[in-house]
């Protein structure tokens, strides 16, 4: 029991417990009855083909209703009176109703009022007694929200790695100590079998030793391994500690650490994962603090679908190309971001260089831990690469004649529509792109062909452009694993003579935000944005905004109309965020949200 | 999630920015392409009907980033505090063209036809490899046609059919014969109608001409195979064309009877759940992308007797889709649709549009 409670219900700026005005009146509110109210699902059945039983969706929430009886007491009925009016001033309008639970420890939570009631019963006791009791009836929003914004500020991070270990040799590579229950002693050996390793001249496998993996006996298998790996990299300077990792079954790191000379140990969060080809994933850690990093231990999870129906040789893991990397000055960037709270939400997000921003995509979705980026151009194997400065790769394709064939692996593209856009030049008015999309196993091609082709009038414009091609539906023939062979080969030509073609981008629709601005290129003007902001929806903005400006505090923002846009919708857990500024390197991305949660606030 | 692009003289407006939208819906149907469109936008009874709701104002609908429909701004009403649009696709306007030459005269080139009205105003651009042989006796015809008229009687004639889609692109196109799309939930097109369904056309064309009146006629035919009693002969009027040879008129009426097929007629369609409607190699396919003139496999059939057969598989040819904005169902409807339910009946059109009328040669 808490001995001095101090909890507090205000609604705006009525205190409706505790609270007091000037002609003497007093209010509380009675426990009974008192109730935040529940926001019900919107569910959506889904025909499939199980005969018993049906599958459901949550398609959406509905407003809660919350309902309080509030007491008023006075001195004289004439103070009630004036305290009634001082409550009603805070009804029938939007508003907000703060609840700070009473330990004192509890998190403030605070929950939008979209609009409120109240009735007032006539009680003849209550009268003679100076205290009138009125039921208020609160519509609020579904979630409830922490009192102060979140904001994630964000660095991306360089696909260079300046390589600390190369992973040649396993001295010092010890186990480590992990939080989760089962743990497979782990055995180390340099593999130095070709497509087992991604630099150097091999890798370090780290096997487990005995144990049988959690699960065994029902219709599913997961395996932790967890192992330390001594470092000497001088992280005076800030950066990221990256690591490419490689598991048997579909994997991912359930829990990193870095210790510092400077800090001791630290848990720490992958910022970005992406696929690095062979089944490789390389994972960007933040450094703690800025000194030297002394030690990296890893607990890697690895998850099977299926019981094989007896024990299962225990999983291996490799390890490679360990290094630093610095914050990214690319054009093109992805991260991940850990998005608090236990319910989804709407934010914004903030897009800021020190020039003009040139062509944005800001592409979001929820990140599936499996390396998903949406740049192909990364996996040209084929194609005769022309220099050029104003290319976001350094060069580009002519894409009339032979095919330009990229391959990439299947295992990380979700199955579903993609939407493909492209970023394409001509000197001669039309541009154009086909692309035709198969999977290919080892190095034979396997199942249909998916193929899109689009094309756009560019006028006398001879820069580059971002065009839509359409819509392809991926993998064209879908894989089982993540580390899979498989990859998803697009080969890309054009019809229209004297396309070039910088970079193909492939989003996935579902769950998934696209919004696209032209900010103009150059030193920062009235018509040259080096900002962009997309906020999302809320009560006051209902269907939200895109602004362009260059002052940090919107003292100059303008909408604008984008060529596309999209509801950024923010779910709990990691979300993929991808970022195109043409003409701006190393742009930087915030994003601003308030957590939501189911009812009260968990921080 | 979609929006709405509409553009009046020459800027170009999103609907959300007048209020809030909903209820985005669209159809396509194979032939014509891009049909009917309709979104609502809650502005106040006494906006002002800004540039971006005029009729005639060219209509673009996004899915997420991709152009999904295209057509113009055909109607508006306001009721319960919402305005609804309603657009329609490029396809519409060619009942509004005639048929012209550059002089103004009609004609029965096709090329000549849709080049012409598209000088005149038509907002779409031709990719069709359209013929230049008049499909009437003679290059002029004394009556006047609608452009609409002019490609509905070339498709016939070549066993096609023309669609404008969602770029304004005209192109004329046989049926496909590989499926696109496969349906995995063990539902089919199972009610079948036999009032479409022939085998044999005899079609009677003017064979011989004096002064300008014909004066002979002869009968070309085409039949494929029947089972016992379901032979079914229908009659076919070819003497609008004017004098022709049964040799010229040969292909027409085997392109007639491909087209009209024998096959029966379905009565009803089918509603998709997402998830159910995959491509060859297992993805599931946005169900807002799925447009008419495309064919479904789907398994688990009705044989013409109406019994459900294991093991085989069904190809329709989508005839018409219809998509709301976020919704988990897709309705299509095939090719062959008999209709048969009064909704379907009332809901076709009224006024059955001109048919081609040649001219005989002199």
């Known amino acids: 029991m808490i001995d001095n409670p101090q909890h507090a219900l205000d609604l705006?700026?009525?205190?409706?417990?505790?609270?007091?005005?000037?002609?003497?009146?007093?209010?509380?509110?009675?426990?009974?009855?008192?109730?935040?109210?529940?926001s019900l699902p919107v569910l959506v059945g889904v025909r499939s083909l199980l005969r018993d039983g049906m599958s459901l969706r949550v398609q959406s929430h509905e407003n809660r209703e919350a309902y309080f009886l509030v007491e008023i007491s006075g001195p004289d009925l004439a103070a009630v009176g004036d305290g009634e009016a001082a409550l009603m001033a805070e009804l029938y309008r939007r508003n907000t109703l703060t609840w700070t639970p009473p330990d004192g420890y509890g998190a403030v939570t605070v929950f939008e009022v979209v609009t409120s009631r109240m009735s007032a019963p006539l009680d003849d006791m209550n009268e003679l007694m100076l205290k009138r009791v009125f039921g208020i009836t609160l519509t609020c929003l579904p979630f409830s929200r922490s009192v102060d914004p979140t904001v994630i500020g964000s660095e991306f991070v360089s696909s260079d790695v300046v390589i600390a270990d190369d992973c040649e040799s396993t001295t010092g590579w010890a186990a480590a100590t992990g939080a989760s229950s089962n743990l497979y002693p782990p055995a180390f050996s340099v593999d130095s079998t070709a497509g087992n390793f991604v630099t150097g001249t091999g890798s370090v496998k780290v096997s487990a030793a005995s144990g049988v993996p959690v699960g065994y006996g029902s219709s599913y298998l997961t395996a932790f391994t967890a192992f330390g790996i001594p470092l000497s990299i001088d992280a005076s300077g800030g950066g990221y500690v990256v690591c490419a990792v490689r598991g048997e079954w579909i994997f991912s790191i359930y829990e990193a650490h870095i210790t510092t000379s400077g800090g001791g140990r630290e848990k720490v969060a992958s910022i970005s994962q992406q696929a690095i080809g062979d089944g490789f994933v390389s994972y960007a850690l933040a450094v703690p603090d800025a000194s030297t990093v002394t030690l990296l231990e890893l607990e890697v999870w690895q998850n099977l679908n299926v019981n094989p129906g007896e024990q299962p040789p225990l999983p291996d893991i490799w390890v490679d190309s360990i290094g630093l990397a610095d914050a990214s000055t690319d054009s093109q960037q992805v991260r991940s971001m850990e998005i608090g709270g236990s319910a989804r939400t709407e934010g914004q997000i903030a897009i800021s260089a020190a020039v003009?921003?040139?062509?944005?995509?800001l592409y979001t979705a929820r990140d599936l831990d499996d390396g998903f980026r949406p740049d192909v151009r990364r996996w040209q194997t084929v194609g005769t690469d022309v220099a050029d400065s104003d290319a976001?790769?350094?060069?580009?394709?002519?894409?009339?004649?032979?095919?330009?064939?990229?391959?990439?692996?299947?295992?990380s593209l979700r199955p579903g529509a993609y939407a493909v856009?492209?970023?394409?030049?001509?000197?001669?008015?039309?541009?154009?792109?086909?692309?035709?999309?198969?999977?290919?196993?080892?190095?034979?091609?396997?199942?249909?062909?998916?193929?899109?082709?689009?094309?756009?009038?560019?006028?006398?414009?001879?820069d580059f452009v971002v065009m839509r091609v359409g819509v392809l539906h991926l993998p064209p023939t879908l894989v089982e694993a993540t580390a899979t062979d498989a990859v998803v080969r697009f080969s890309v030509t054009s019809e229209i003579a004297g396309t070039k073609l910088d970079e193909l981008m492939v989003f996935p629709m579902a769950d998934a935000a696209l919004t696209w601005v032209e900010c103009g290129d150059g030193s920062p003007s009235a018509t040259v944005s080096s900002r962009l902001w997309v906020d999302g929806p809320t009560l006051e903005k209902p269907r939200g905004q895109i602004l362009v400006g260059n002052d940090e505090n919107r003292m100059d923002a303008r909408a604008v109309r984008p060529l596309a846009r999209g509801s950024h919708m923010l779910y709990p857990g990691k979300m993929l965020a991808y970022l195109l500024t043409s003409?701006?390197?190393?742009?930087?991305?915030?994003?601003?949200?308030?957590?939501?949660?189911?009812?009260?606030?968990?921080? | 999630m979609a929006d709405v692009v509409t553009t009046w003289a020459g800027r170009e407006y999103a609907a959300s920015d007048l209020g809030d939208v909903g209820e985005i819906k669209w159809e396509t149907e194979w032939p014509f392409g891009c049909t009917k469109a309709s979104w609502q936008v809650a502005m106040p009874p006494n906006s002002s009907l800004v540039n971006a709701g005029r009729v005639g104002a060219d209509v673009k609908l996004y899915d997420g980033p991709i152009l999904t429909w295209g057509g113009y701004l055909s109607e508006f009403e306001f009721a319960d505090d919402v305005w609804t649009f309603h657009a329609s696709g490029y396809y519409a306007l060619a009942e509004h063209f005639l048929a012209l030459d550059a002089t103004g005269n009609p004609t029965s080139i096709p090329t000549t036809a849709v080049v012409q009205a598209i000088a005149r105003g038509w907002n779409v651009t031709n990719l069709a490899a359209l013929s230049a042989s008049p499909l009437s006796a003679t290059d002029e015809t004394v009556e006047f046609n609608t452009v609409r008229a002019v490609l509905d009687e070339l498709a016939a004639t070549l066993g096609q059919r023309w669609k404008v889609d969602e770029a304004r692109r005209l192109t004329m196109a046989a049926d496909p014969t590989t499926p696109r799309w496969f349906l995995d939930n063990g539902d089919a097109l199972r009610a079948t109608a036999d009032e479409d369904y022939l085998t044999a056309i005899y079609a009677r064309y003017v064979a011989a001409v004096t002064d300008g009146e014909p004066t002979a006629w002869d009968v070309e035919s085409d039949e494929t195979p029947a089972l016992p009693n379901l032979r079914r002969?229908?009659?076919l009027d070819l003497t609008s064309l004017g004098l022709t040879t049964g040799a010229a008129v040969a292909p027409d009426v085997a392109a007639r009877l491909a087209l009209a097929?024998?096959?029966?007629?379905?009565?009803?369609?089918?509603?998709?759940?997402?998830?159910?409607?995959?491509?060859?190699?297992?993805?599931?396919?946005?169900?807002?992308?799925?447009k008419?003139?495309?064919?479904?496999?789907?398994?688990?059939?009705?044989?013409?007797?109406?019994?459900?057969?294991?093991?085989?598989?069904?190809?329709?040819?989508?005839?018409?889709?219809?998509?709301?904005?976020?919704?988990?169902?897709?309705?299509?409807?095939?090719?062959?649709?008999?209709?048969?339910?009064?909704?379907?009946?009332?809901?076709?059109?009224?006024?059955?549009?001109?048919?081609?009328?040649?001219?005989?040669?002199?």
Request: proline share 5%; net charge negative; hydrophobic share 40%.
């Open chain 1, 583 to 603: 003409a701006a390197g190393g742009a930087a991305m915030s994003v601003t949200y308030y957590k939501a949660w189911h009812t009260h606030a968990g921080s």
């Open chain 2, 292 to 362: 008419a003139g495309e064919m479904l496999r789907a398994f688990n059939v009705a044989d013409p007797a109406g019994v459900v057969s294991l093991g085989l598989t069904q190809d329709v040819v989508i005839g018409r889709t219809s998509y709301t904005d976020g919704a988990d169902t897709l309705a299509i409807t095939p090719v062959d649709l008999t209709p048969r339910s009064l909704s379907t009946i009332l809901a076709a059109p009224q006024k059955p549009p001109e048919p081609f009328v040649g001219t005989p040669a002199a």
């Open chain 1, 356 to 361: 003009g921003l040139g062509d944005v995509v």
């Open chain 2, 261 to 290: 097929g024998t096959r029966h007629g379905y009565t009803s369609g089918l509603e998709i759940p997402y998830g159910d409607l995959v491509v060859s190699g297992g993805a599931p396919v946005r169900l807002g992308q799925v």
């Open chain 1, 392 to 411: 976001l790769n350094g060069s580009h394709l002519a894409l009339s004649g032979a095919a330009s064939v990229f391959e990439y692996p299947a295992g």
């Open chain 1, 12 to 38: 705006g700026d009525f205190a409706l417990v505790d609270g007091e005005g000037e002609s003497g009146w007093k209010s509380s509110v009675h426990a009974s009855d008192a109730s935040f109210g529940e």
């Open chain 1, 421 to 462: 856009l492209a970023r394409v030049k001509s000197a001669l008015g039309d541009v154009g792109v086909s692309v035709a999309a198969q999977t290919v196993i080892g190095s034979t091609a396997v199942g249909g062909v998916e193929s899109e082709s689009g094309s756009l009038d560019v006028g006398a414009v001879a």
């Open chain 2, 233 to 235: 002969e229908q009659p």
